[in-house]
């Protein structure tokens, strides 16, 4: 069981396939939508949490440990990022090209989504760690899968270490 928490008693557990939906779906989201330094360290962050290099059963964080920025604009423009990459990760962005049927995924992003929301990024604790630093920032693209690839910590995005 991976669990992402978003505080406040409320939590995300989905099985090892149902995390492996999740992280896809959102790994082409955040790849469309990423602009800013934040948006690539959590892309950065995301593609941690690739069961086929981590391992299956160990991955997910909690939105408590993220360091969402200094100033509350810049925190607020992160949960605002966030909150657009879920949404456009609801409107199944690019899944006719997976290579299965996501039919939970539409469940895990909105229970996400209802966490995030409510999420106040002021009452996080970025001194975790949890969030790659910026020099460790998810800056290159897969070629062939057009998504944010994990390197400086391996080569390949999730669907090249999924031999996709």
Same mark, same amino acid.
């Given at each position: 069981m991976n669990?992402?928490?978003g505080g406040d008693g409320q939590c995300l557990e989905m099985s090892n396939g149902g995390t492996a939906v999740f992280v896809d779906v959102l790994a082409l989201a955040v790849s469309a939508l990423a602009r800013e330094p934040w948006h690539f360290r959590f892309a950065a962050l995301l593609t941690l949490q690739d069961q086929s290099v981590i391992g299956r059963g160990v991955v997910g964080f909690d939105l408590a440990d993220l360091a969402w920025g200094d100033t509350p604009q810049e925190r607020a423009a992160a949960k605002e990022w966030l909150l657009r990459v879920l949404d456009? #990760?609801?409107?199944?962005?690019r899944w006719e090209e997976l290579t299965y049927e996501p039919p939970y995924a539409e469940t895990y992003l909105r229970t996400y989504r209802a966490m995030v929301e409510v999420f106040d990024p002021a009452t996080a604790d970025g001194r975790a760690g949890v969030l790659p630093a910026p020099q460790?920032? #998810?800056l290159a693209s897969?070629?062939?899968?057009?998504?944010?690839? #994990?390197?400086?910590y391996w080569a390949g995005c999730v669907f090249c270490t999924a031999g996709v």
């Open positions: 669990i992402f928490d456009l #990760a609801l409107t199944r962005h460790d920032a #998810a897969c070629v062939r899968h057009r998504v944010l690839d #994990a390197l400086p």
